[in-house]
T-cell receptor, first 111, second 114 residues
């Protein structure tokens, strides 16, 4: 069966520091992968999606970037974090009937 | 482009009472529809989905939803609420076969009172 991992689970970073969040999927090949952000009291915002290695589409302009160095690995990065980057970051992969399956999430607090 | 609205950002029910969470969508083509549940500090878990076929869809934890094309609705119901149902619920719509256009509603927080 397929599983999706995210790490770290929680992260506290100062403003201006770099960021790297990792997402890996097991049990499937060439999945479509997605990064979402969930700010406090708000819904889910799609940040990036990827249909294959090295292929990244950005949904909104922001302080973040994404990379897909391997088939089942999706990384979310920033060179300099802003206070507004705080939130709950979720990685997801797409199943065969368009459903999306989510990882456990990373809680990022920028101070 | 598709969109999703969820009536009521917060719904409270008594334990044992009917749960009804409302979802309306707009889509230019036959949609794929989903309900997800999110417990605090956890990822989203798929409750149920409608793709094609039977319009009444049964999911996990006793939840079900009915696709009504004429009303562009996909309301989520459960006959008897349990304390463990307290969570945030998201309705979502996908319009194409690639999943890029996957739009979530704003969510409804369900509280279950003893």
């Amino acid at each position: 069966s397929q599983t999706i991992h995210q790490w770290p689970a929680t992260l506290v970073q100062p403003v201006g520091s770099p960021l790297s969040l990792e997402c890996t999927v097991e049990g499937t090949s060439n999945p479509n992968l997605y990064w979402y952000r969930q700010a406090a009291g708000r819904g889910l915002q799609l940040l990036f999606y990827s249909v294959g290695i090295g292929q990244i589409s950005s949904e909104v302009p922001q302080n973040l970037s994404a990379s897909r160095p391997q088939d089942r690995q999706f990384i979310l990065s920033s060179k300099k974090l802003l206070l507004s980057d705080s939130g709950f970051y979720l990685c997801a992969w797409r199943g065969g009937r368009n459903e999306q399956f989510f990882g456990p999430g990373t809680r990022l607090t920028v101070l | 482009a598709q969109s999703v609205t969820q009536l009521g950002s917060h719904v409270s029910v008594s334990e044992g009472a009917l749960v009804l969470l409302r979802c309306n969508y707009s889509s230019s083509v036959p949609p794929y529809l989903f309900w997800y549940v999110q417990y605090p500090n956890q990822g989203l878990q798929l409750l149920l989905k409608y793709t094609t076929g039977a319009t009444l869809v049964k999911g996990i934890n006793g939840f079900e939803a009915e696709f009504k094309k004429s009303e562009t609705s996909f309301h989520l119901t459960k006959p008897s609420a349990h304390m463990s149902d307290a969570a945030e619920y998201f309705c979502a719509v996908s319009e194409d076969n690639y999943g890029q256009n996957f739009v979530f509603g704003p969510g409804t927080r369900l509280s279950v009172l003893p």
